[in-house]
């Protein structure tokens, strides 16, 4: 049991801290220090409802009907290039971070974005539901302690990814360092939304 549990949070981990959309704009959220923990339990919680699924069966039945995965590579496409534009655009302000001045993005909105990030990117269907269902299948009777371990990779990387980002704020205190890592960001959603037409 302990080592289904283990080989589930080793192999979530892989999976999940990869960069992408989602886990960059927890980073970048995280630096404003805006709606962390709202935005962690979403990530996480999604990750979970999908490794569940993909343990369930699910998996299985998206492979058997590709049309699933090429409506989402299509929509996933399009909602990384929106973003990738937003990010271009604000790579060509000078921000600077300025705890607790101005409003920022409201909850909804912040959580809105989140959710087309997470369920439009056929990438988290192929990690969560295929993969790791796959892997958790082939453990029969451990496969939901499996499960367990790659849910608590999920949570333990967003807490961190989240909490950990405050830790930069000093260095983005500096226009600069914004404009960097809005461009990362653009150039990460470009070079993603590319590759899901391109497949």
Aim: proline share 4%; net charge positive; glycine share 12%.
């Amino acid at each position: 049991m302990p080592a289904d549990l283990i080989a589930g949070f080793l192999s979530g981990t892989v999976l999940i801290v990869a960069i992408g959309a989602q886990n960059s704009y927890v980073l970048r959220q995280g630096i404003r220090g805006e709606h962390i923990l709202p935005l962690v339990l979403l990530c996480a919680s999604a990750d979970a409802l999908l490794i569940a699924a993909g343990i369930a069966g699910l998996g299985a039945l998206i492979q058997a009907q590709p049309v699933f995965l090429n409506l989402a590579r299509y929509g996933g496409a399009a909602c990384l290039f929106v973003y990738g534009l937003a990010s271009a655009r604000r790579a060509l302000k000078a921000e600077q971070l300025i705890v607790g001045a101005g409003t920022g993005l409201p909850l909804g909105a912040a959580l809105a974005t989140c959710l087309a990030l997470t369920f439009l990117n056929p990438h988290v269907y192929l990690d969560t539901v295929i993969l790791l269902g796959s892997l958790a299948s082939q453990r029969e009777e451990g496969r939901w302690i499996f499960g367990a371990g790659a849910v608590g990779a999920s949570f333990a990387w967003f807490l961190a990814l989240g909490y950990g980002a405050r830790f930069l704020a000093p260095l983005f205190a500096k226009p600069i360092a914004w404009r960097a890592l809005d461009l990362l960001i653009s150039m990460t959603m470009f070079g993603l939304g590319s590759a899901l037409i391109l497949e």
